[in-house]
């Protein structure tokens, strides 16, 4: 038996393991006066062999599966092959290496939140090679029927779209957007029978689904002066009895209803064409499980609906014998037709397309029969009814028979858009499609693979172009291009499943367990690891981009160097610049495949690490070249010094990391050694994004639970008199705490700042005179609360101080005042109490429902109290003690009320719950 048995199983454990090690720890760098300094905080040394240990037992269990069984005589892999995609974990080891990450800070992003894609690649390639080894055989799956296998994917998708939908439904992303546009024609329509919506936004039917102020969409007035949404009708007829059964919850229900049946159907079409289960459904993970498709199946936009029309229309048309098909089938198709342009006019030109496909089909073997055949007619006749009708429409409502009617003068669309919009929905780095789901580049490979194999399917490919062309044209000329405040690529979304076909093609040519096919499942397990970072990061906030030239997702997973000055932006740059971007790319990706479809011979496990190697040596190149390319204006640059949070910080935890590296020079200290280097500043002119509300010089702070210590430095030629600081913690709200400092040239002024729980929103406020007169303000961590011990509540949007006691406000509804606050009516409110650290005694609430009766639940760690409150009397609710001082709550309320009920003078529109006070005030220290 050769060395190679032992010794490369030898080396992927070792690999495996410190990967294990590292995927653990922190990587970050600050800045400081003698340079830039990078650091990791890593666990325990010892654990580098309980995690070589585990990589090992993971190894025996690949061993086991490859056991001989029974008598077969088949060769059966070695195990140092089928464990060769695990050698691709060692990327995950460079960004903690000496020098070469410093070299190339592009390796530093694997050591973020990248690295759980690299980690599920490598762990889906790996399952990939056992199945090509035949260690992984699901024979249940092959004794199913279509029919079984198709309910499988039917409900595959809706878990998929539910799933996520729950996840960011009913939060600040979604509803938004022209989401709640769409729900209130629904709404005037189910209960004015109108599309008159102006009285709809003056009550505030919205208040139903969508928590802020809602102004009417619209451009001009009908022409009965009245108020129409910009909005087309045709989904929101869909929706008003669904509406009106079950509210926003039955809408998004019925539309992820809707993507199922329209995946299920594309799915059963395309396995019928080609005949590959395992390509149909790979083109299905493709579309169903990545972000282009997947963050449309919940939101209360037409591209799902369309998505269907366009399949059922495209199905029915080719799958048709012209002679023998019914006049029925021919009617579906023509009604499918019809919907689109009332669904958005942005539909129309691919409608007809759609009739177009129809009638080539119809008349393939006799054009000139065409207008004698009563399916022609059955596509035709609604069709041209439905556009009749939709002329009409704008007529009756604006005076005018064009569908630009409710836009009035502002005009849009230019074909001289396409310049920048058509590339710009598939590469700009914010809003295009391959940026958030690179496995569609094989749509492209797909059509081109339909094309040569002639026939039949040359045919299909050219109609599927001309569909999804008819619509790319359509709304790349449109010049907000991206679709406004929406998920990447959703402008495309309704005709992502024409692609299904070419996307299987593309996998099915490619020979099983080799390195192109590794490269196929590579871009997909990308593309799904990209929807799931999407989908849990930062709440879901990382979908929504803010069309600054700038990838939220590329900030996120490279936050200390300008990753995302590697992908081009059409919306911040000049299209010159950004097509020069695309083209690299493009020509790298060509490259790469080229390469990819040359080795006709090798193993499952090294076609795995031959994709994983190629796309890394992929992506170095483009990090080469890009920089000797035109730099377009207002790339933003990475200044160390200007970050508002920090890495370290946020996972700082001496018990489970309290070893650390410096590698400037390198040497072993502990976790404790790097807290003061772990230091945040800003002076003036470093930094210019907005804030939500105006700290000084722009200083905005992000800091995990624990305590620091602040520092203002005044100016030589600060002459300001005594004057107010505060400190701001939330986003929202009054400030925290007020001193009075008195400026002196040259001075440092200093104190102690302790939070209870992590705030993303940390400032210090004042005058503009006091701006003027400070030079820097530091922060600096003296203790920080490990990770795990930190406190698990919602984001912090405000807090006051009562007394030695914090409040922690998670609600944008919660109305803190300086002697208490007021809880939302009829709802339930999140807030967190802190005490001082070693206060015995519990913390006592005072409530009153104000002029109203009313009920309040008061609940934490399973501990409950209900109140019944009536007018005028106050009830004291003593809460539990709780080690660490720090209470979350749920308030909740039965009733509410608003104080212009009691007072018509009253200008306030608040709508309260009860009233919250913390009688047993210290005087602040």
């Not at 992303?173 to 709640?180: A, I, K, N, R, V």
């Not at 029309?309 to 048709?320: D, R, Y």
């Not at 499952?604 to 390319?629: D, K, Q």
């Not at 039965?894 to 006070?917: H, T």
Request: hydrophobic share 55%; charged share 15%; proline share 8%.
């Amino acid at each position: 038996m050769s060395s190679f048995a032992f010794l490369w199983p030898t080396i992927a454990c070792a690999i495996t393991g410190a990967a294990l090690y590292v995927t653990r720890g922190v990587l970050d760098q600050t800045a400081t006066p003698a340079g830039v300094v990078r650091f990791a905080l890593l666990p325990p040394w010892q654990a580098l062999l309980g995690f070589t240990c585990l990589a090992a037992l993971v190894l025996l269990g690949i061993d086991h599966l490859n056991a001989p069984r029974g008598t077969t005589t088949n060769r059966r892999p070695r195990l140092g092959e089928l464990v060769l995609p695990l050698a691709a974990l060692a990327l995950l080891i460079v960004p903690f290496l000496p020098a070469v990450p410093d070299r190339w800070p592009l390796f530093q992003a694997l050591a973020g939140p990248a690295r759980a894609i690299v980690w599920m690649s490598v762990a889906g390639l790996q399952v990939w090679t056992l199945w090509q080894g035949r260690l992984l055989t699901p024979r249940w799956l092959e004794r199913w029927s279509l029919w079984r296998v198709t309910a499988a994917i039917w409900i595959a998708t809706a878990a998929l779209a539910t799933v996520a939908g729950a996840r960011l439904t009913g939060t600040a992303l979604f509803p938004s957007g022209d989401e709640p546009h769409y729900l209130v024609i629904a709404q005037s329509l189910w209960r004015d029978g109108d599309f008159k919506i102006e009285n709809n936004h003056l009550r505030g039917d919205y208040k139903e689904y969508y928590a802020l102020d809602l102004e009417p969409h619209y451009l001009t007035r009908g022409a009965d002066e009245e108020i129409y949404s910009i909005h087309p009708v045709g989904l929101p007829i869909l929706l008003a009895p669904v509406y009106a059964a079950g509210g926003y919850r039955a809408v998004v229900a019925l539309l992820i209803l809707l993507a199922a049946t329209a995946a299920a159907v594309t799915w059963r079409w395309t396995l019928g064409r080609l005949n590959a289960p395992g390509a149909a459904t790979f083109a299905w993970a493709a579309i169903a499980a990545t972000a282009p498709f997947l963050f449309n199946t919940f939101t209360v936009y037409p591209e799902i609906v369309a998505a269907l029309a366009v399949m059922t229309a495209l199905v029915l048309t080719v799958e048709a014998d012209p002679r023998q098909s019914t006049v029925t089938r021919w009617l579906v198709v023509g009604f499918a037709c019809a919907c689109l342009p009332w669904l958005s006019t942005k539909y129309a030109p691919m409608s007809a397309a759609l009739v177009l496909v129809a009638a080539g089909r119809l008349g393939q073997n006799d054009p000139a029969s065409l207008a004698r055949n009563p399916r022609a007619w059955a596509v035709a006749a609604p069709y041209a009814v439905s556009l009749l009708a939709w002329f009409a429409f704008f007529y009756l409502i604006w005076g005018v028979p064009l569908p630009m009617a409710p836009y009035g003068a502002l005009v849009q669309t230019s074909p001289l858009n396409l310049f920048f919009g058509a590339p710009g929905l598939f590469f700009d780095q914010e809003y295009g499609l391959l940026a958030v789901a690179p496995v569609y580049v094989l749509a492209v490979t797909g059509l081109v693979q339909m094309w040569r194999n002639g026939g039949e399917m040359k045919r299909l490919a050219i109609e599927i172009a001309l569909v999804f062309g008819a619509l790319l044209v359509t709304v790349a000329a449109f010049r907000i291009w991206w679709g406004g405040s929406a998920a990447p690529a959703r402008p495309l979304a309704s005709g992502l499943l024409l692609l299904a076909l070419p996307i299987a093609t593309a996998f099915r040519s490619a020979p099983a367990g080799s390195a192109r096919r590794a490269g196929q499942h590579l871009l997909l397990l990308i593309s799904v690891g990209i929807a799931l970072t999407l989908a849990l990061a930062q709440g879901g906030l990382l979908i929504n981009n803010g069309r600054d030239g700038t990838s939220a997702l590329l900030e996120f997973w490279s936050p200390r160097w300008a990753l995302w000055a590697l992908a081009p932006t059409f919306i911040l740059h000049d299209p010159r610049i950004a097509w020069a971007q695309s083209l690299v790319w493009i020509a790298v990706a060509a490259a790469a495949g080229w390469f990819l479809a040359r080795p006709r011979t090798t193993t499952p496990g090294m076609a795995a690490l031959l994709a994983i190697a190629t796309l890394s040596a992929a992506l170095l190149i483009v990090a080469m070249v890009m920089p000797w390319l035109p730099q377009g204006e207002g790339t933003r640059a990475v200044n160390l010094a200007a970050r508002h949070r920090l890495a370290s910080l946020d996972g700082f935890d001496a018990r489970v990391r309290p070893a650390a590296v410096i590698f400037d020079p390198l040497r072993k200290v502990n976790a404790a050694a790097v807290l003061p280097q772990l230091r945040l500043g800003v002076t003036p002119g470093l930094r210019f994004d907005p804030q939500p509300v105006r700290v000084l010089h722009n200083g905005r702070f992000s800091l995990p639970a624990g305590t620091y210590a602040i520092e203002v430095t005044f100016g030589d030629q600060a002459t300001l008199q005594a004057a107010p600081l505060s400190l701001q913690v939330g986003r929202i709200g009054p400030p925290l705490r007020t001193w009075t400092v008195e400026p002196a040239p040259g001075t440092t002024w200093r104190t102690e700042l302790r939070l209870a729980l992590d705030a993303s929103f940390v400032g210090l406020r004042g005058s503009a005179d006091l701006e003027r007169a400070i030079t820097a303000i530091m922060i600096t961590p003296t203790a920080v609360v490990d990770v795990g011990a930190r406190p698990l509540v919602p984001l912090v949007l405000a807090a006051a101080a009562y007394g030695e006691v914090v409040c922690y406000f998670h609600d944008e509804q919660m109305y803190p005042e300086p002697s208490g606050f007021w809880t939302t009516g009829e709802r339930s409110a999140d807030v967190t109490i802190a005490a001082p650290p070693g206060r015995t005694a519990p913390v006592v609430l005072r409530i009153h429902s104000g002029s109203q009766a009313n009920r309040a639940v008061i609940t934490t760690f399973g501990w409950r109290r209900e109140v019944a409150l009536v007018p005028g009397e106050a009830v004291e609710v003593e809460l539990p003690v709780v080690a660490g001082g720090v209470v979350p709550l749920t308030i909740a309320t039965d009733r509410g009320f608003s104080p212009r009920q009691f007072d018509p003078a009253s200008n306030d529109p608040r709508f309260l719950g009860i009233w919250v006070e913390i009688p047993d005030k210290v005087k602040q220290p």
